[in-house]
């Protein structure tokens, strides 16, 4: 599977942005989704989950209550709903992909397939 985020851009803090990430492929509706980011300097950390179906969804503490993952399969693309941003949600923001629907979902490397990455910009 391929995947293209886009969607990010410079907002000022509490603002909000949504992120797409769209894939090719027919066999979109059977992965778990995930969305990851890296700061500058900083190691790429694990945002928000979801299962191939959407029933379950996954959060970083940092983000809990304030985005919202969720997928259209038939569109073959995931959204990350980002609300009152702050500036340290500063980060280039990737989509991930993997087969496997269960186990460990926070690491990188548990997933096979990366988008190129879309810039959020959050401005104090």
């Known amino acids: 599977v391929q995947l293209q985020a886009s969607g990010g851009g410079l907002v000022q803090a509490g603002g909000s942005l949504r992120l797409s990430c769209a894939a090719s492929?027919?066999?979109?509706?059977?992965?778990?989704m995930g969305w990851f980011r890296q700061a500058p300097g900083k190691e790429r950390e694990f945002v928000a989950a979801?299962?191939?179906?959407?029933?379950?969804?996954y959060y970083a503490d940092s983000v809990k209550g304030r985005f919202t993952i969720s997928r259209d399969n038939a569109k073959n693309t995931v959204y990350l709903e980002l609300n009152s941003l702050k500036p340290e949600d500063t980060a280039v923001y990737y989509c991930?992909?993997?087969?496997?629907?269960?186990?460990?979902?926070?690491?990188?490397?548990?997933?096979?397939?990366w988008g190129q990455g879309t810039l959020v910009t959050v401005s104090s």
């Open positions: 979801i299962t191939w179906n959407g029933g379950s969804t």
């Open positions: 492929g027919r066999t979109f509706s059977s992965y778990f």
């Open positions: 991930a992909a993997r087969v496997r629907n269960i186990g460990e979902y926070s690491r990188p490397y548990e997933y096979g397939y």
